[in-house]
């Protein structure tokens, strides 16, 4: 088993491998994880550390700062400033995401596949479909159990119920969970079954080196072959992995794209047609005490609008980051802490049409995006249900979130103007981005998009992508499990075999 710590890496230091993976995310672990059980050499490069359950903070904002890329501060650029959060740490997201699993949605492949029939050919259904039912066993995914759902959850039926609206409790990659409510700083009794123990250590067991806390830096390219990668350590060293096969980036998104144009790899659409998921939330306050600390950390959602791009889920912050979305100053202020234990958050994941570009600039990377202004009517539409779902289950007041508008709306009737004549700039919501898509297209015509069907990209021999960049669209549910069912199909491609499981 060989994993080597950036922050020893002092020294220059070569190696060779069959194929050379850029990120330990849920797509990068994957590949890692498939291609070790077919017999090959594989080095992982992660730019963030190895954490330990123990390691993990109680402090939501210790949290980001450690294991965050910008510490959990980057920004969109565009007609509002919406946070995107990105992980750096090995495992990618999975440590510190919500463990929110779902599968593949038949109708976004239908979609999918109505766009570019060829992709049907490189992602067949039933291959999607059988990688998920293997990935779903490697992740022990079941349904939040009723004892650990929260009294956050219970209303949360309660409400949907009462409008009609279909809900269940939440399926996640967590096995004997406590109900801590901290899956998103990293469980700290190590029950959440994140890629980098589920896929990532067996795939290290198997043979694979883990380079942990080393930035890859360059796409090495020789005679129009992707062989290798190059970045430095933690510890300063420069290193350089040798890939005689291929080399694969799963680094997000946001950073695949990002390391393309850094090295001056620009055929195709790279860093365009970037989509997400803004998810909007929303706070109601009931008479008792409800403590929205308790309980899964997001344990039960509400589907039924699935097909207006609207999915509804609990949630559940660290105390310090609920306190710093409080309103108000002085004494308001120190009122609403003291009646912290009284209020819910709700959100809402909203599958928004906008797309928005990456790039770098002066070596940083940005994100350029607006939501347009029918995904802002979704927004309205949104915040506007979850607070007649919050009205429904019997909270008092509701505070949606919405600058312009009191933070004590007392009634559905108060409500109903948000989504009827509400504001139209993002800017107005509370709003954060989770899950990006689509900046590295799969397709197959080689100018609209930036990999093939194959995952192959279509200027650069030998270079694969596997994460959700290659996605064709955002998809509107919680994406880890479907970035890990493609990463499968992509990791049979690199060995050479057919998308099949
Ligand atoms: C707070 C949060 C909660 C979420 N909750 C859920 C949920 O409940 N369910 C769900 O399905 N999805 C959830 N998501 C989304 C999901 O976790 C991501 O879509 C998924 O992790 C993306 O997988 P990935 O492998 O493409 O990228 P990532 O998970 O982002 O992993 C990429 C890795 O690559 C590394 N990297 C980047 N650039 C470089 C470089 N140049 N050199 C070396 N390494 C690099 C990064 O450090 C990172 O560790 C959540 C995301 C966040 C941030």
Redesign the pocket.
């Known amino acids: 088993m060989t994993h080597l710590r950036g922050e020893d890496i002092t020294r220059e230091h070569d190696c060779r491998v069959d194929v050379a993976i ?7 672990s994957t590949v890692a994880h498939d291609l070790t059980r077919r017999g090959l050499r594989v080095a992982v ?4 550390p190895w954490r330990e359950p123990g390691d993990f903070p109680l402090d939501t904002f210790e949290s980001m700062g450690r294991d965050y ?1 910008d510490m959990g501060a980057s920004v969109t650029v565009g007609s509002a400033p919406i946070p995107y ?10 440590p ?7 599968r593949m949605p038949r109708d976004v492949y239908d979609e999918w596949v109505a766009r570019d029939r060829r992709l049907a050919e490189g992602l067949p259904w039933e291959a999607i479909e059988a990688h998920t039912d293997a990935i779903e066993a490697l992740l022990d995914v079941r349904d939040t159990a009723a004892e650990v759902r929260g009294r956050k959850a219970e209303l949360m039926a309660l409400g949907a119920d009462a409008l009609g609206l279909r809900h269940r409790p939440i399926r996640r990659n967590v096995t004997g969970c406590e109900g801590l409510g901290r899956c ?1 700083q990293g469980c700290p009794k190590g029950r959440k079954n994140s890629v980098d123990r589920a896929l990532l250590q067996p795939a290290i067991e198997r043979g694979a080196l883990l380079i942990s806390s ?4 360059e796409v090495l390219v020789e005679r129009g072959r992707a062989v290798g990668l190059r ?1 430095k350590a933690a510890g300063g060293g420069r290193v350089t992995v040798r890939a005689d096969r291929a080399v694969v980036l ?4 946001v ?1 695949t794209p990002a ?1 393309l144009l850094s090295n001056g790899l620009r055929g195709g659409p790279v860093g365009e047609h970037f989509q997400c998921h803004p998810g909007v939330s929303a706070a109601g306050r009931f008479r008792e005490p409800v403590r929205m600390w308790e309980g899964a950390t ?1 344990g039960h959602e509400v589907t039924g609008l699935r097909h207006e791009g609207l999915k509804f889920e609990t949630l559940g912050f660290g105390l310090g980051l609920l306190a710093s979305r409080l309103p108000g100053t002085g004494r308001a202020f120190a009122d609403r802490v003291a009646e912290m234990a009284h209020w819910l958050d709700w959100g809402v994941a909203v599958r928004a049409e906008a797309e928005g570009r990456v790039r770098v600039l002066g070596g940083r990377t940005v994100v350029f995006y607006s939501p347009t202004p029918r995904d802002i009517a979704r927004f309205r539409r949104g915040v506007r249900v979850m607070g007649d779902m919050f009205f429904a289950a019997g909270a008092e007041t509701v505070d949606a979130g919405v600058r312009g508008f009191s933070h004590d709306l007392r009634s559905p009737l108060e409500l109903a103007p948000i989504e009827r004549g509400g504001p139209t700039s993002a800017a107005a919501f509370t709003a954060a981005i ?3 898509f689509g900046t590295c297209r799969m397709g197959s015509d080689a100018e609209a998009s930036v990999v093939g069907t194959d995952f192959a990209h279509h200027r650069i021999a030998r270079l694969y992508i596997a ?2 960049s290659v996605f064709p669209s955002n998809l509107g549910v ?4 479907s ?1 890990m069912a493609l990463a499968a199909i992509a990791a049979a491609r690199v060995a050479g075999e057919g998308p099949r499981a």
């Not at 490069?45 to 963030?48: F, H, S, V, W």
């Open positions: 850029v990120g330990s995310g849920p797509a990068g490069i992660e730019a963030g890329r959060v990105q992980a750096k740490l090995v495992g990618g997201a999975s510190i995401n919500g463990a929110i699993c779902w998103m080393m930035e890859v830096a970045g799963a680094a997000s998104a950073q390391l997001q989770t899950h990006m994460d959700s919680n994406p880890q499990v970035i």
